[in-house]
């Protein structure tokens, strides 16, 4: 009886500690793509989405130690995943105003090839800096992006289409990166609006 509960346990143990595979974290990774896409116009949703691409990018890194448990093959897939998940938290935090984690333009893209977001260019070689607007569903965002080599602190103005609504800000804006600058979340009806005035200071 003790030798059976005894295999018993053993097979239990084996089966809990499965390793995950990469399927397991690319369904993952895409489950959290879907809930952020589906409840963007809510704030707390949108981080907890960021915090469970953080989450995800910290277990795929743990998998990847146990180097025993997967073949070369699996490692390479796990490695680009490890890179999709912190590109998507980046993403999620920048595009959805939710953090300060303002992506690269390779991560911003690389993000964007899962969440499959609109992406239009507003503002091109004006200023020192362009203006892009990306849309989920009824989820609109205007962001900015530094193309060029150079960081900066840049300050900018924008207006809705009738002169009611204004606005403005200063943000930091890394050498190759994006990051937010206006979305509808709290005027959903308010998609379109106008970004001008926009002066680079390097750092």
Request: hydrophobic letters at 35%.
């Amino acid at each position: 009886m003790k030798v059976t509960l005894l295999f018993t346990s053993i097979l239990l143990f084996g089966f809990f500690s499965l390793p995950e595979s990469p399927n397991d974290f690319d369904y993952k990774l895409s489950d959290i793509v879907r809930n952020f896409k589906s409840d963007i116009m809510d704030k707390d949703e949108c981080e907890n989405q960021k915090r469970a691409a953080g989450d995800l990018a910290d277990d795929i890194e743990d998998a990847i130690k146990n180097v025993d448990e997967y073949n070369s093959d699996e490692i390479i897939e796990l490695k680009q995943l490890e890179k999709e998940a912190i590109a998507l938290e980046e993403f999620i935090s920048s595009v959805g105003n939710c953090g300060n984690f303002p992506p690269t333009i390779k991560n911003f893209n690389l993000a964007n090839s899962r969440v499959g977001a609109n992406i239009s260019i507003i503002i091109k070689d004006k200023y020192c800096v362009d203006v892009i607007s990306l849309s989920i569903g009824n989820y609109v965002a205007y962001l900015g992006e530094n193309n060029t080599s150079k960081n900066y602190t840049v300050t900018y103005n924008w207006k809705a289409p009738t002169g009611m609504n204004t606005g403005n800000g200063t943000m930091g804006l890394s050498k190759l990166s994006v990051r937010h600058i206006y979305n509808n979340r709290e005027k959903p009806s308010q998609k379109n609006i106008s970004v001008f005035g926009i002066a680079c200071k390097e750092f």
